[in-house]
C-alpha cells in the first residue's frame, strides 16, 4: 500500500512559537505556501499556522492601515497566541488512503506528517493534486475516455 512517507513534502518550511505573525506572512508569500508547522529548536512539532489564520488576525484593509502600520502589528504578535494546536497529525507510516479521508472528511487542507513527536514532512491538497495528475497521465487515453 502506498504510504504517506512516499507522498509528503520534505524538507517542511517550519516556524518557532516565539516568531510573529509577520514572519509567517513572509514565508508564506515568499514560498507560496498556505500552511506552516510550528515546531521548537530541537523539530518537535508544537502547532501549526494557515493562511485563513493570517486573514484573521490581520486588520481589514478596510480599516485603512497603511502596510508599515500593518508590518508594525504583525511584528508585535507571537504565533504561539493564535497557532492551532489541535492540530491532527498523521505517521509517515500511514496510508495515503487515511490520509486522503481525514482530508476530505474533515475538510483540512494538510496533515503534518510527525514521527516520534518530531516534525518529518507536510501533506497537503496541493499532494494530491499532484498525485492525481500523475495517475491521470499513466492511464492510457483509451482509459480516459
Known amino acids: 500500500m502506498f504510504k504517506i512517507r512516499e507522498l509528503m513534502t520534505t524538507p517542511v518550511y517550519s516556524l518557532r512559537e516565539t516568531d510573529t505573525l509577520q514572519s509567517a506572512r513572509v514565508l508564506m ?15 518537535a512539532f508544537r502547532g501549526l499556522i494557515t493562511n485563513r489564520d493570517v486573514l484573521a488576525n490581520t486588520i481589514s484593509h478596510l480599516a485603512n492601515i497603511d502596510p508599515a502600520t500593518q508590518n508594525e502589528i504583525d511584528a508585535g504578535i507571537p504565533l504561539q497566541e493564535i497557532m492551532r494546536t489541535d492540530v491532527c497529525i498523521i505517521s509517515p507510516e500511514e496510508t495515503v488512503r487515511e490520509a486522503a479521508h481525514i482530508l476530505y472528511n474533515h475538510k483540512y487542507g ?7 513527536g518530531k516534525l518529518v514532512g507536510i501533506v497537503t491538497e496541493a499532494d494530491f493534486l499532484q498525485l492525481t495528475m500523475q495517475l491521470l497521465d499513466a492511464m492510457e487515453p483509451s482509459e480516459l475516455a
Open 110 to 116: 494538510c496533515l503534518p506528517v510527525v514521527e516520534d
Open 29 to 43: 508569500d515568499k514560498k507560496r505556501i498556505r500552511h506552516v508547522p510550528i515546531t521548537t529548536a530541537d523539530n
